[in-house]
Structure formats: structure tokens, C-alpha cells
């Protein structure tokens, strides 16, 4: 996917604050491309990541230590990664293709990469032709209920309750349906492989429905 136009702001200068690194420091990274100039906390995905087994920015010296070297990776079209996601746009067009919709969800993991302290989603709904029809990014569950609703263009909400824990199944619903984690008949793959899934900063699967 082209980067497209970007901009970068430095929010910390060297020396002062106690850094004793010469030149500017921390930026804040934005792309046209990534969900219409999402900032980038670069500092905050070094810090957060430190002791996984994989980063998307890293922070290096260079010219002998004199300068200061920023890298970091975004996530794929379709993708999520570290708390970050970027996926088509809904289409704009009414109505939908009935027979068997389908979801990517994304459960993004409590108190990680900028998520708060409730599980917040990705939730991506398909009709059966394949066009999107409804998504929400990061969405938080509802601190009282445990719950969150979908819209899309279909005649019903999609609804997620993660009333449990990091092990505990998620419980979708659309109309009279009602399925979890691991459900064959739904084809639900969250929560599949080690960890219940998860691996920086979230877990992620696919599903299907009647619609």
C-alpha cells in the first residue's frame, strides 16, 4: 500500500528533561493512508514493546552516535498489529447481499498499545458478495455491560459481550443467532493458537453468519 503524504512532529528536544541525547526526540508519525492521519506515538510503540519478540518502530544511532535513527512499520491493508489496524472503508452504497455474511475481529488486549482498561475491538462485517457494510476500529466495550454493538447495513446490530477474561470465549450475536469462540458451525477462528490467540497486543479471527 503507498504511504501516500505523511508528516512527522518531534515533541521533545535533547537535553532537557533529562535526556542528555543531542537533537530532536519522540515523534508523532501521521499517514494519509492510515485511518485518515492516525497519529503514531513512536516512543510509546518502543516503550510498549520492549521484551516482545517482535517491534514496529525501533530507535538506533548513527554517524558514530551522533545521530538518531527512527524506523518503524505500519500494518498491512486488512491487518492489526500492536494497536494498530487499517482496513477498507465501508461501502457507501445501500443495502447488502444476503445469504452468508461473514466478520474479521480484532480483540485488542486491555491496558496495551493505548487500549484502556476494557477490551476494545476491530470489527469488520462483509456481506455475501464480499463488500463491506459495516466496521468499527478500537471500539471499547461498555464498562457496565461488557457488550458492544456493530451497525452496518444490515437490519440488525451485531453484537459482542466479552464478560470474561484473556482465556474466556467472546459471545457474538446477530438476530436469533448466537454463537462464541471455537463455534465450527459459525467457522469462528478467534482465540485460535497459543495464548488464547493473542500476540502484540491483540488476537484475531474470522467468522460467519446468516444474514
Not at 113 to 134: H, L, N, Q, R, T
Not at 193 to 211: A, K, L, Q, T, V
Request: charged share 20%.
Amino acid at each position: 500500500m503507498p504511504i501516500a503524504e505523511f508528516s512527522i512532529q518531534y515533541t521533545k528536544a535533547g537535553g532537557v528533561d533529562g535526556n542528555s541525547e543531542d537533537g530532536l526526540h519522540n515523534p508523532i508519525l501521521k499517514f494519509a493512508n492510515l485511518n485518515n492521519w492516525e497519529a503514531m506515538d513512536v516512543q510509546a510503540f518502543i516503550d510498549n514493546s520492549a521484551g516482545e519478540h517482535g517491534n514496529l518502530c525501533k530507535k538506533t544511532k548513527a554517524n558514530l552516535g551522533r545521530s538518531i535513527v527512527y524506523e518503524c512499520g505500519i500494518p498491512k491493508l486488512g491487518t492489526s498489529a500492536f494497536g494498530l489496524s487499517i482496513y477498507k472503508p465501508v461501502d457507501e452504497s445501500p443495502g447488502f447481499t444476503s445469504g452468508w455474511c461473514t466478520m474479521h475481529v480484532v480483540q485488542h488486549q486491555r491496558n496495551e498499545y493505548g487500549i484502556g482498561g476494557e477490551y476494545a475491538f476491530d470489527v469488520i462485517i462483509y456481506d455475501a458478495a464480499g463488500k463491506v457494510i459495516g466496521s468499527t476500529q478500537a471500539a471499547p466495550i461498555d464498562g457496565s455491560s461488557k457488550s458492544l454493538s456493530v451497525s452496518s447495513h444490515l437490519p440488525y446490530t451485531v453484537d459482542l459481550i466479552a464478560s470474561g477474561g484473556d482465556a474466556d470465549p467472546v459471545v457474538f450475536k446477530y438476530g436469533d443467532q448466537t454463537w462464541q469462540n471455537g463455534d465450527g458451525s459459525h467457522q469462528n477462528t478467534l482465540g485460535n493458537g497459543p495464548e488464547n490467540g493473542y500476540e502484540y497486543g491483540d488476537r484475531e479471527g474470522d467468522m460467519g453468519f446468516n444474514c
